[in-house]
């Protein structure tokens, strides 16, 4: 099997499960008892706290476990949007190619009165800060702009845009779950007051995951019921997957450069390989994009048979997120950036770790083209474009 679906989610590293293990077994209670046996687990709770602000910048006490990316945006933009309501500001900026986790908080509260503005993006996928700039008023109370996007891999210009929020005094989100731990980050360098991750995309533990929340900012709790994690979010420490995500984290970063320079030369092979492909196009920057992203649309297929047909081939891959994999629509992040719908059906995302090899790429490179051919050989759209009954999108 060749596992091509890295920004769904990765294999735990033997580091992160060796980091699990004692606090199942040995080292088991509750974090919030006095006892030695709480205090003990209350010691490796803090410890993993240190760990992962260490690696984004920032200081302990601005780091809230959560159960991963999607609660850590969901309070993170409910926050800023209460504490501007408080102040007399509804208005919220974001951009059209957010995670629906971004999304659908933002429809949430569009219906509680907000003001939302969605921001075009190029056909490369990236915001211009200058238009993040135009779009600030005085009754803005938060921008949120992913930093690297789940499907078509680019990166934003995270720094300037968190300098333009800072100028004028507005909070700046950024949803990092694509990037942590694949991008080095530095959250007071790079003007960020709220940040989203999650372990489970740099080899840690499903349902784990942290929201920094820079030192001043009043977090509006999602869930009651207990004072656990400085009173933000009730309910008893998942300890275990703390502590893998905590050695996930570190042990990424501490390979960044290194997985990036493989991971990039084996993308780029990737993309060249299937740019050959006749009447296909790369979705996102050529440059600019995650180190281990690819991705393709293929006009006159669709997506899920090349899914299926791939799999058959022992190919693991998806047409976008795992979120909506469900949905018979096409992506919101392709249509954004400009792909009709009949080209956004056709689309295939290839995710890259760093166990992959050349020879998998090459093989997939194989695979992916024999499969494109097959489905078009038996599609009446396709044979209605090479007799030119309709024109190609996709030149």
């Known amino acids: 099997m060749i596992y091509l679906d890295n920004a769904a989610t990765t294999k735990m590293s033997k580091t992160a499960i060796d980091a699990m293990l004692p606090f199942m077994d040995k080292i088991y209670g509750n974090p919030s008892s006095l006892h030695s046996a709480g205090q003990e687990a ?99 109370c ?126 780029d092979k990737l993309i060249n390989g299937l740019s050959t492909i006749p009447h296909s196009v790369l979705n996102g920057d050529t440059t600019k994009r995650l180190p281990g992203n690819v991705n393709f649309c293929f006009e006159g297929i669709e997506g899920e048979s090349l899914l299926l047909l791939l799999d058959d081939r022992g190919v693991c891959a998806s047409s976008g997120s795992a979120c909506t994999s469900g949905s018979l629509d096409p992506s919101h992040v392709l249509l954004a950036i400009g792909r009709v719908h009949d080209i956004a059906h056709g689309s295939l995302r290839l995710s890259l770790s760093e166990e992959n090899t050349e020879q998998e790429i090459d093989y997939t490179i194989k695979a992916v083209t024999e499969v494109v051919a097959y489905l078009r050989s038996i599609s009446p759209v396709w044979r209605d474009l090479e007799n030119g009954k309709q024109e190609f999108i996709i030149k």
């Not at 706290?49 to 999607?70: D, K, N, Q, W």
Request: net charge neutral.
């Open 42 to 140: 209350n010691e490796a709770l803090y410890n993993a706290r240190e760990r992962i602000a260490r690696v984004l910048g920032c200081e302990a006490r601005e780091i809230t476990f959560t159960s991963g990316g999607s609660e850590a945006d969901n309070q993170a933009i409910i926050s800023a949007a209460r504490i501007g309501e408080r102040q007399g500001k509804k208005h919220i900026i974001s951009t059209a190619i957010e995670h629906h986790a971004v999304l659908h908080t933002l429809d949430r509260l569009k219906k509680e009165g907000f003001e939302i503005t969605l921001l075009n993006v190029g056909e490369n996928g990236i915001i211009e800060p200058n238009k993040v700039k135009e779009a600030i008023r005085e009754d803005t």
């Open 142 to 267: 938060l921008v949120t702009v992913m930093y690297a996007n789940n499907e078509i891999g680019t990166i934003q210009p995270i720094k300037q845009i968190g300098e333009i929020c800072r100028q004028k005094g507005v909070l700046f989100h950024t949803d990092a779950v694509q990037a942590v731990g694949h991008i080095k980050i530095d959250v007071k360098e790079q003007n960020i007051d709220m940040l989203s991750l999650s372990a489970h995309k740099f080899h840690g533990p499903k349902g784990v995951g942290a929201l920094y929340a820079k030192k001043g900012i009043r977090l509006t709790n999602l869930i009651d019921g207990g004072a656990q994690e400085r009173g933000k979010r009730a309910g008893t420490e998942n300890i275990p997957a703390i502590m893998g995500m905590a050695a996930a984290l570190e042990e990424a970063v501490g390979n960044i450069d290194c997985n990036a320079k493989k991971l990039t030369v084996l993308r």
